[in-house]
């Protein structure tokens, strides 16, 4: 299908969907009678995450509400939005995982997705079983996968463990496969969500310049999800941003990220992540954020030798020790600026916790910042284990500096964000 003399890839119309919170879909049929018997009685629902409100219960939420879009072969579209905003939602429509309540999705071409690590592999069966696999599916010929085989294997770093079963894979090897696989198999569309974080960087690298290569080059169709606005630079020509199921913003990419860094860093003393657009759904309940609240601040707005102090409330189904976490800062233009990390671990009782802390602004020069959380632990193999994260978790201005003669201090266009320790001239 053709429109304004470009080939059509992807055309939705009014698309909609709608879940509905705490009535069935609890993972298992055991754990959904169990919710319908505590609310039977008047009881707390079992299967409730710690700390989600109960006014939730029956209500409906719509994670995509009127979508028109239309995509065109050979572009490269970015998809950013705040969690919850429908992002996830709407690749998994196009990928036929699930189906729209209302609206119509009219796709030209075949669909090679990657929505989390291994997606679509089997884990009994070895990686290069998996590629026939996939490529079956794709509706490819044994000859046609053979022919693919080779630069498949190559791409993927995984040579040696091609014969092994995927269930032995790390998440790491099960991304370099499953990208390898989508990126070279014959699909007119990717599809990514964004899995390629779980990466090294050198392969996050190589998986770029191959997403360039197919939109650009082969003149494929790429959907691309991500939280870093640096990979959404190099590979999109086009994004557009999601918010609240709906699409605010579809043109210029640099533009999106402005908007997209608007509407998910609104300065505010108090974050109440326990609103349904802020739930972390891969956090699989290890630890839920619950708020953020500043102490020393009414506009959050700092000079770059203060500190911001805050409270976070956290909730855990169990016990945890060794607790840490983690800010990673970037400036109001997308490019990171640093990482810090909280200076010692600390435990989680079981339910409800608070802990304070200071943030340190020194160095940081004059602009908005953006600053996501994380929490994790080092599991028994000194491996991190994530255990929650909010993308931005909070959001402040550090002030201009004037000096003596009503001078800027500083220049980040040219200078960058941070200001480093001034060099010692010793004699």
């Not at 995509?71 to 990928?95: D, H, R, V």
């Not at 075949?110 to 089997?122: D, P």
């Not at 294997?153 to 463990?161: D, Y």
Request: with cysteine; glycine share 10%.
């Amino acid at each position: 299908m053709s429109e304004n003399n470009r080939e059509i890839a992807i055309k939705l119309s009014g698309v909609k969907k709608m879940y509905k919170l705490g009535q069935i879909g609890g993972g298992t049929l055991q754990g959904d009678l169990q919710s319908w018997w505590a609310r039977v009685r008047g009881k707390e629902d079992p299967n409730t995450m710690i700390g989600q409100k109960q006014r939730l219960v029956g209500q409906t939420f719509m994670a995509l509400n009127g979508i028109d879009l239309t995509i065109y072969q050979g572009e490269a579209l970015g998809i950013i939005g705040a969690n919850g905003a429908g992002k996830s939602t709407m690749l998994k429509l196009l990928s036929k995982v699930t189906a729209p309540s209302d609206g119509e999705i009219d796709i030209y071409g075949r669909v090679a997705s990657m929505l989390e690590v291994g997606t679509g592999f089997n884990g009994e069966m070895t990686g290069r079983e998996n590629i026939y696999m996939n490529g079956a599916i794709l509706g490819m010929t044994k000859a046609e996968i053979d022919a693919k085989m080779e630069d498949i294997i190559e791409f993927s770093e995984v040579r040696e463990f091609i014969d092994t079963p995927v269930k032995r894979y790390s998440s790491g090897m099960y991304v370099k496969l499953a990208f390898s696989v989508a990126a070279h198999l014959d699909s007119e569309i990717m599809i990514m969500d964004e899995v390629l974080a779980v990466g090294d960087m050198a392969f996050q690298k190589k998986c770029l310049t191959k997403m360039r290569e197919a939109a650009n080059k082969e003149g494929r169709t790429v959907l691309y999800v991500s939280h870093n606005m640096n990979t959404i630079r190099q590979l999109c020509d086009r994004c557009i941003v999601l918010d609240k199921g709906k699409i605010i913003f579809d043109g210029d990419v640099e533009e999106a990220i402005d908007i997209y860094l608007g509407t998910t860093g609104v300065m505010s003393t108090y974050y109440d992540f326990l609103q349904p657009t802020q739930l972390n759904r891969n956090a699989k309940g290890k630890v839920l954020f619950k708020y953020l609240k500043t102490l020393n601040s009414a506009d959050m707005k700092f000079y770059s030798d203060s500190r911001i102090e805050m409270e976070i409330a956290l909730a855990a189904p169990k016990p945890l020790e060794k607790v840490k976490l983690r800010f990673e800062v970037r400036y109001q233009n997308g490019i990171t600026s640093g990482t810090s990390f909280l200076d010692k671990p600390f435990n989680l009782l079981e339910g409800d916790n608070t802990v304070t802390l200071h943030f340190d602004t020194t160095h940081f020069v004059a602009g908005k910042y953006y600053v996501d959380l994380v929490a994790y632990i080092y599991n028994q193999f000194g491996n991190e284990e994530y255990l929650n994260g909010i993308y931005p978790g909070f959001a402040f201005e550090i002030i201009e500096d004037i000096n003596e003669n009503n001078e800027l201090v500083w220049l980040p266009q040219y200078w960058g964000s941070v200001h480093l320790h001034d060099t010692v001239l010793v004699k």
